[in-house]
């Protein structure tokens, strides 16, 4: 069991697999780019531009609180450096998180040390402020340094601090976001909201009801994050000056360089954002988000479903929010509202990937987004009517392909059948079977996964 990852990488060796490197890349006017230090200068230009502060929205970051919350255990620093997963690349110091682990209780006096003194100073070392960015690809073209999401690379010993934090604030985020929000919580997962979505158009036909859907997305939501809004926004949400002032002192400052296959660009400072890749983001990006929804008045709105004497009119998956209600007219004001109180903080909807999906009739449709029959909702296909057909159908196909992937694996003689049906019990069915909790299945689907798990 302990050689899993061992496992997976002889699988993908054996398999083949490809793994295309990142090339050229255009600058700011559309012009390709081949040199080394041409590609990491224009990563370093755009990472720069993307996290930039506003000058005029200047920060005092040298503030101390006074009054501080509880002390830091040794018993709760020992906890986060066990919580840390091995095996997982290190940050800019190069350290690993073996090194603590093989330690053991030297490691946790002397973290537990450094930690205390952050903890009573606010002041964080300057080598916990930085980080090292990974471009990974999204779709489209992956010449256009845009469509890459940058992943933050962070020190151990940072990480470790960070847990510490995350712990003390998610009696906050339990408290204070709705139970809308699925998104990296306990007990909650994708397939909710997968399962909510569906209930809710079978229950609309059920009643003969029309419901509207929008499926919001940000433009780069998390790099977007306004630092000086964030700190009003906690202390609105109740969170203690004393963590507001540690979280203040850790972003002022902040440093990164863009790991690229040519090389590591310079050091730059951070304006702006939460990491992608940082514990505490999604934490901190939650209260944001929650804000936006309050002052837009949601809550408050007629406008939604009406279920069980409760009125609801969006679910919500860390940035991506659904907005749902019985007329197109309602449907615009809650998309007005969404993005007017959004750009007040800073963050933009993404009029391109925002979809508009409708089980009822289109009389004068005035809302920006692409009307759509189905939609691609957190890796399940949702379409006007509910129908599962066409989702089973796409799944299963998807589990062929993986099993053609797997080919020259499953009819090797080296390998026994024990460990063939393992494989593809852990690699195939997980992909097939993803959402089935929500499916309404008749005789022939039931009869097409039969068939399809004889075949495998």
Known sequence: ???????FKKIRDTKGTFHAKTGSIKDRNG?????????????????EELYKK?????????????HLEPDILECEVKWAL??????????????????FQILKDDAVKVLHSICQQIWKTQQWPQDWKRSVFIPIPKKGNAKECSNYCTIALISHATKLMLKILQAKLQQYVNCELPDVQAGFRKGRGTRDQIANILWIIEKAREFQKNIYFCFTDYAKAFDCVDHNKLWKILKEMGIPDHLICLLRNLYAGQEATVRTGHGTTDWFQIGKGVHQGCVLSPCLFYFYAEYIMRNAGL???????????????NL???DDTTLMAESEEELKSLLMKMKEKSEKVGLKLNIQKTKIMASGPITSWQIDGET?????????????DG????????????GRKLITNLNSILKSRDITLPTKVCLVKAMVFPVVMYGRESWTINKAERQRIYTFELWC
Request: glycine share 8%.
């Open 54 to 66: 506003d000058l005029h929205d200047q920060d005092n970051h040298n503030s101390v609180i006074t």
């Open 316 to 318: 919500r998956y860390a």
């Open 1 to 7: 069991m302990g050689k899993t990852r061992d496992l």
């Open 299 to 313: 809550e408050e709105a007629q406008a939604g479903i009406k279920i069980a004497r409760r009125n609801i009119n």
């Open 82 to 99: 066990g919580s840390i997963t091995t095996n997982k690349v290190s940050g800019g110091d190069g350290t690993p998180v073996e090194l």
């Open 372 to 384: 759509v029959a189905d939609f691609l909702f957190l890796g399940s296909k949702i379409t006007a």
């Open 31 to 47: 012009r390709d780019l081949t040199e080394a230090e041409d590609i990491k200068k224009r990563w370093q230009e755009y990472t």
């Open 387 to 398: 129908d599962c057909s066409h989702e089973i159908k796409r799944h299963l196909l998807l």
